[in-house]
């Protein structure tokens, strides 16, 4: 195992760490006052870019907001 072996391993566990960390806020956010449906896709997103799992799930939920009208997608916006 070398030096650059060593610092991707720190920097999947500090990415891991904060997502993880920004997600539960943001799952305890959906209970307490707060912007729950910003907070959890940004933790997801922040996972996303280590994780295959978060990539997925962070998909499915860009999805799910985009079908029930809470998130425009890049293209429904027209230009006037």
Do not use: Y
Request: charged letters at 20%; proline letters at 4%.
């Amino acid at each position: 195992m070398n030096a650059s072996d060593v610092l991707n391993k720190v920097k999947r566990l500090i990415i891991g760490v904060i997502g993880i960390t920004i997600l539960l806020i943001g799952i305890a956010l959906i209970v307490l006052p707060g912007p729950a449906f910003i907070v959890i896709p940004f933790g997801l997103w922040i996972l996303a870019t280590e994780f295959v799992w978060a990539r997925r799930l962070l998909k499915k939920v860009k999805d799910k907001l985009q079908k029930n009208g809470v998130v425009a997608s890049r293209g429904s916006i027209e230009k006037e």
